[in-house]
């Protein structure tokens, strides 16, 4: 199945590579209800010095940095459509081209003001966690992980359940775009190598969150913010004693993009709140936890083929300590992205890193955080077929 999926999305991405850059269009092209369908294919390289990312042969040259998927979206009537994408990954120490459906959807649209969105729909957060699945769509290889982390796309990017949305037009005040949305989420940790602990259940009761964007009366400036709610009830075998426990998180953020004339600018904040609840004496709950993590991107599309970007991030995994390698990650990147034509794009990107706030001890041979090298880059190159 996942050669399968593979082989049908890179023959599709193929076939209409010399097509102008639209959907492919399955019936008639002047039928407003026929099926429209997109997929991509993407392969890069990954290349660390001194520490391991994402990947445990990161250092030594990676290629598990691919991603494939194929998307259907069709209108029933005016107002109700649906769509589906299925999605394989092989990026690091997860996933290696496991089939999931990545989102799957009911939209019936009221109106402007007011839609409603059920099934497993992509979660409204940020700025960019919605469009994380769309390579095409942005300047860079990695969004800041800060902010956009890799680890949680599997079980952040989209919910099971319900979603209200609209969008409010206030004459010369601009536009309200909201989204409401509650349900729970795919969720499948795993028992870190080497760990005296395994997981023998998890589950997520709840997720509920919402955002609210103020598109202002400036061309392209728009701001406002994100949270979201959610708990995972997790069991852990330790020795022979099962060990039940609740996970409650909150996370938060607040946003500003200007984006008009071929300019990109961006920056985020947000703040993440989470306590480990044991219900065993053996097994002592954690204080609440409070992270901080921020952004500032800038990019430019000079013509066709050429858009530069930048980008400083900074992640601090606990906000009550700030000093000490392993208790901060300044990320200073640097990308090129270059559009050989409309359905193909090459990208090089490179990041130089401060701290090692945020990396896995478990890819490092188990080495502490605090005893990594502290000063460290990143190289990655990506081209993606796409249509």
Same mark, same amino acid.
Request: hydrophobic share 40%; glycine share 8%; no cysteine.
């Given at each position: ?70 998307? @259907?979206?069709?209108?029933?009537? /005016? ?10 990954? /092989? ?254 794009? @090459? ?41």
């Amino acid at each position: 199945m996942r050669a399968g999926l593979y082989a049908l999305a890179v023959s599709l991405a193929i076939s209409f590579a010399a097509r102008p850059a639209r959907a492919v269009t399955i019936g008639d092209d002047d039928d407003p209800k026929a099926l429209d369908v997109h997929a991509f294919v993407g392969q890069g390289f990954m290349l660390t010095k001194d520490n391991n990312y994402i990947d445990s042969n990161s250092s030594h040259g990676s290629a598990q940095v691919s991603e494939v998927g194929i998307n @259907f979206t069709k209108p029933i009537t /005016d107002k109700l459509r649906f769509g589906v994408q299925l999605f394989a990954q /092989d990026f690091g120490t997860s996933n290696n081209y496991v089939p999931t459906v990545d989102w799957a959807y009911g939209d019936y649209r009221f109106a402007d003001w007011l839609g409603l969105r059920v099934g497993r729909v992509k979660i409204p957060f940020g700025l960019y966690n919605e469009s994380n699945d769309i390579d095409s769509a942005r300047t860079f290889v990695l969004m800041p992980q800060g902010f956009y982390p890799l680890s949680y796309r599997q079980y952040l990017f989209a919910q099971t359940g319900a979603e209200l949305y609209g969008y409010l037009r206030m004459g010369d005040a601009g536009a309200l775009d909201y989204h409401l949305y509650g349900g729970t989420l795919a969720y499948n940790p795993t028992s870190t190598p080497g760990s005296p602990y395994t997981i023998t259940n998890e589950r997520v009761p709840y997720v509920f969150g919402g955002r609210v964007l103020w598109e202002t009366p400036v061309d392209g400036l728009r701001m406002g913010g994100s949270v979201e709610t959610l708990r995972a009830d997790t069991q852990i075998l330790i020795a022979t004693k099962i060990v039940d426990t609740e996970l409650p998180a909150t996370f938060t953020a607040a946003s500003i993009e200007y984006a008009a004339h071929d300019l990109q600018l961006a920056a985020e904040y947000g703040r993440w709140f989470a306590k480990f609840d044991s219900f065993n004496p053996l097994f002592p709950s954690i204080p609440l936890l409070k992270t901080d993590r921020f952004y500032a991107l800038a990019s430019y599309r000079f013509n066709r083929w050429f858009q530069p970007g930048i980008y400083y991030s900074v992640f601090f995994p606990n906000t009550d300590k700030w000093s000490g390698a392993a208790n901060h990650q300044h990320d200073f990147a640097v990308a090129t992205r270059f559009d050989v034509n409309s359905h193909w794009l @090459f990208k090089l990107e490179g990041h130089y890193m401060i701290g090692t706030g945020g990396l896995d001890s478990s890819i490092n041979a188990n080495t502490p955080t605090s005893e990594l090298k502290a000063n460290w880059g990143v190289f990655l190159a990506k081209t993606t077929v796409y249509f």
